[in-house]
């Protein structure tokens, strides 16, 4: 990765995995491959409104580093 820069958002819905940066009017969405998770992350409806720590790669994605 070169070029990256940290963002923070929140999770606003768990399956599929939606997340609204702090940043950005249009939330980001896995269906579309703008996000990816660590394999074996599992979120829930508990986690709704967790803020979470990502960083923008130079392909477009995302890749969700975890919770702050």
Do not use: W
């Amino acid at each position: 990765m070169i070029d990256t820069q940290v963002e923070f958002g929140t999770l606003i819905k768990h399956v599929p995995v939606v997340i609204k940066l702090d940043q950005d009017p249009t939330p980001l969405e896995q269906e579309q491959n703008e996000i990816v998770l660590f394999k074996d992350t599992v979120f829930t409806s508990e986690d709704i409104g967790t803020r979470l720590a990502l960083i923008r790669c130079t392909n477009g994605q995302y890749l969700v580093l975890g919770e702050v």
